[in-house]
């Protein structure tokens, strides 16, 4: 597994493309549905440290976060039944808001990743292997995301052909960008409680 940022434009452009009617429903739910998708499509790696009991916890993690599409999709319909009611702004205002649900519906994921590695006891112990879990969450900076989002909207307005498949591709890479870029934090479970992990989805 991986992020792949080729299939979340894919999955976006059949989405826009899906909207013969402009229902805004169906842009919030394809929207985040498809967000969703590609998050828990990534794999986490960390690196894992700490005093645990026995002696000192040396390894990595490998895992993923497990998010919730509704959070996405509650933010960005909100924000399109506002927009009705709005002469102007719309594109900065549905850029904040799809950043904040994506941002959102990210760092309220539960990260879990399986974590192997090595405990150094007190001397004259050699050091013996440990297996376990650890539990966190992934936090990114919405702002690069935001900014993207906007800068797309508004290219599309000069559009007359091509519109769906540009902003598809320009909300796929900005939300990869942001992903890749957020940083994990996990703690260790039981055996391995006292040890942290930080890293990176990929």
Known sequence: MGLNVAT??????????????GDDAVFAEGA????DNYVE??????????PVSGGVFAGSGNGGNTTDDQICRGIVLTACDAMRAMATGGNAYLAAQLSAGVHSMVTRGAVNTDVTGMVTPPPPAPPFPRDGSAKGGQTGVPAPMQAAFLAAFTAMDGMT???????????AVAVDAYLKAAVVNTNGQGALAGSAGIGAMA
């Open 8 to 21: 979340l434009k894919d999955d976006l452009l059949a989405v826009f493309r899906s909207m013969t009617d």
């Open 32 to 35: 985040a549905a498809s967000t």
């Open 41 to 50: 499509s990534g794999s986490i790696v960390t690196a894992d440290a700490g």
């Open 161 to 171: 052909e091509g519109g769906d498949e540009h902003l598809a591709g320009q909300i």
